[in-house]
């Protein structure tokens, strides 16, 4: 079982920067998977990043792509989402997904672990 705390989510303005940080309880931390995801109100949840166990496969959203940089530290079981040029069109709740193996990283329905969220908003 993992456990993902998200934390870092607020109000920014727009062309913000904010970094979000998703602590996670698992012992083998460096095998899994990890991805951000977002959801705004009235909308499905939706892809935003993911890395692979050492960093070797990193993908984005076309959305967010020059914008976000995903990263982890494996010696801190945490994973970050560094989001640069906020837009209001960024508001939204943030959550942290984990997941064994790299098949599927940007599906919702294919990450096995996920945080409780931390919402994002982004002001015009």
């Known amino acids: 079982q993992v456990q993902l705390v998200e934390s870092g989510g607020g109000l920014v303005q727009a062309g913000g920067s904010l970094r979000l940080s998703c602590a996670a309880s698992?012992?083998?931390?460096?095998?899994?998977?990890m991805g951000w995801f977002r959801q705004a109100s009235g909308k499905e949840r939706e892809f935003v990043a993911a890395?692979?166990?050492?960093?070797?496969?990193?993908i984005y959203a076309d959305s967010v792509k020059g914008r976000f940089t995903i990263s982890r530290d494996n010696a801190k079981n945490t994973v970050y989402l560094q989001m640069n040029s906020l837009k209001p069109e960024d508001t939204a709740v943030y959550y942290c997904?984990?997941?064994?193996?790299?098949?599927?990283?940007?599906?919702?329905?294919?990450?096995?672990?996920w945080g409780k969220g931390t919402l994002v908003t982004v002001s015009s």
């Open positions: 698992a012992r083998t931390f460096s095998n899994y998977a």
């Open positions: 890395i692979a166990w050492r960093g070797a496969i990193i």
């Open positions: 997904a984990a997941k064994g193996g790299v098949v599927h990283l940007t599906s919702v329905d294919g990450m096995e672990y």
